[in-house]
Each structure stands twice: as structure tokens, then as C-alpha cells.
């Protein structure tokens, strides 16, 4: 009854060298990618260990018609000047 997720993953890249501030008159350019639930590893094959059915109680693991949780992919541009 163990279980491992990678819940969230993100990796970033800053542009502030001097010779890129000097070129684009900005502060710095920030680009960023972030993925969210990319990977479970488990003994039980299509359950989720951590849907929990039944609100506040000992119910977790039981998967009787509920969503699966859904992968997310986010690409972000943070520019500073």
C-alpha cells in the first residue's frame, strides 16, 4: 500500500546577464515550465491511492466512477524592465 508521485515539476531560465541588459534595455527575462501529477508509481495498476470517496474518513484508495487526476503542462514568460 505504498506509492510514490511526482506531483509537480518546475524549471525555470533567467536571461540578466550584463550583455543581454545592455542589448535589450530590460531587467531580466524569466521563462518558465511547469508540469503537474506527470507520474505515479504504484503495485495496483488504474487506481489512484489517493482519491478518497467518502469525505472525512479512512476511505482512501476506494475508486468506484470518480476522474482520474488529470496531468497539466504550464509555460510561463515573466519579463522584468
Same mark, same amino acid.
Given at each position: 500500500?505504498t506509492? $510514490?508521485?511526482?506531483? &509537480?515539476? =518546475?524549471?525555470? *531560465?533567467t @536571461?540578466?546577464?550584463?550583455? /543581454?541588459? &545592455?542589448? =535589450?534595455?530590460?531587467? #531580466?527575462?524569466t521563462? #518558465? ?9 504504484? +503495485? !495496483? &495498476?488504474? !487506481? +489512484?491511492?489517493? !482519491?478518497?470517496?467518502?469525505?472525512? #474518513?479512512?476511505? /482512501?484508495? @476506494? +475508486? *468506484?466512477? $470518480? ?5 497539466? /503542462?504550464?509555460?510561463?514568460? #515573466? !519579463?522584468? *524592465?
Open positions: 500500500a506509492n $510514490t508521485r511526482l506531483r &509537480e515539476l =518546475t524549471l525555470s *531560465y @536571461l540578466n546577464a550584463p550583455s /543581454f541588459v &545592455e542589448k =535589450t534595455k530590460l531587467s #531580466s527575462v521563462l #518558465s515550465a511547469t508540469g503537474r501529477n506527470l507520474w505515479l508509481w504504484d +503495485d !495496483i &495498476e488504474g !487506481i +489512484d491511492p489517493q !482519491i478518497n470517496q467518502y469525505g472525512v #474518513s479512512n476511505g /482512501f484508495g @476506494l +475508486d *468506484y466512477f $470518480t476522474n482520474p487526476v488529470s496531468k497539466s /503542462f504550464l509555460v510561463s514568460l #515573466s !519579463i522584468t *524592465y
